[in-house]
């Protein structure tokens, strides 16, 4: 797929997935989500974070909400969910007589959700224009010692990347899986272990840009 007019902007918009400044050690050359995305880019493309670190769906649909309509000259990109997941990581400690039990429980979480993410998801494709969107699943190759992160959450996790991937395959948008995309536990920040690191947030940058092909994205020909 190819946007025909050059591309002027790529908004980025979610989570810290995309706003993982903090999580980078900027002091020693190590750059942002944001910053690889730039480098990969011509100058003449800018690069927006719409994205705030701790965000969830809900927020993220709130400041969609206020944004006017895009062209075709603007890409967006939005990587949400993970922190709607963690919130409710909480019910994975509730007593329960059986696995049944345990699965109404989730169930009330995961249909929050998806009710959550349709809606923002909506007011994207209302913003863009729908071939100029992605969205990313949540990753969940973190490392084995990141701290909270439980392996029965992360079994969780399944549920909420299902219902993110049937809402992008449901409005037609394109997917940018995370989870074949960050496989190294050095693509995880040694600040917190659920965040990208330098080399997490370079890969997130050149899969965005391979998403959308080199040619859409205004990429420079020796960048990926």
């Known amino acids: 797929?190819?946007?025909?007019?050059?591309?002027?902007?790529?908004?980025?918009?979610?989570?810290?997935?995309?706003?993982?400044?903090?999580?980078?050690?900027?002091?020693?050359?190590?750059?942002?989500?944001?910053?690889?995305?730039?480098?990969?880019?011509?100058?003449?493309?800018?690069?927006?974070?719409?994205?705030?670190?701790g965000y969830v769906t809900?927020?993220?649909?709130?400041?969609?909400?206020?944004?006017?309509?895009?062209?075709?000259d603007t890409l967006a990109v939005l990587s949400c969910g993970g922190n709607d997941a963690l919130r409710s990581s909480g019910i994975m400690l509730v007593r329960s007589e059986s696995v049944f039990d345990s699965l109404s429980q989730m169930k009330e979480v995961i249909n929050s959700f998806e009710k959550n993410y349709d809606c923002l998801l909506w007011e994207m494709i209302n913003t863009y224009e729908l071939k100029n969107v992605?969205?990313?699943?949540?990753?969940?190759?973190?490392?084995?010692?990141?701290?909270?992160?439980?392996?029965?959450?992360?079994?969780?996790?399944?549920?909420?990347?299902?219902?993110?991937?049937?809402?992008?395959?449901?409005?037609?948008?394109?997917?940018?899986?995370?989870?074949?995309?960050?496989?190294?536990s050095s693509d995880y920040s040694t600040i917190s272990s659920i965040e990208p690191s330098h080399q997490g947030g370079e890969k997130i940058a050149k899969a965005i840009v391979n998403s959308f092909s080199m040619k859409t994205a205004n990429c420079k020909p020796t960048s990926c």
Request: charged letters at 20%.
């Open 58 to 72: 809900t927020q993220a649909y709130i400041d969609m909400n206020k944004l006017n309509a895009y062209g075709e």
């Open 134 to 184: 992605r969205v990313c699943t949540v990753y969940n190759n973190i490392p084995k010692d990141a701290e909270f992160i439980l392996d029965e959450t992360m079994l969780a996790l399944r549920l909420f990347n299902d219902v993110i991937t049937e809402t992008a395959d449901k409005y037609n948008v394109g997917l940018i899986d995370l989870r074949n995309v960050c496989t190294e």
């Open 1 to 53: 797929m190819t946007v025909q007019q050059p591309i002027q902007a790529v908004h980025l918009h979610g989570d810290s997935i995309f706003d993982n400044g903090s999580y980078v050690y900027n002091g020693e050359g190590e750059l942002c989500v944001r910053e690889h995305l730039e480098g990969l880019l011509l100058p003449t493309t800018k690069v927006t974070l719409f994205a705030v670190d």
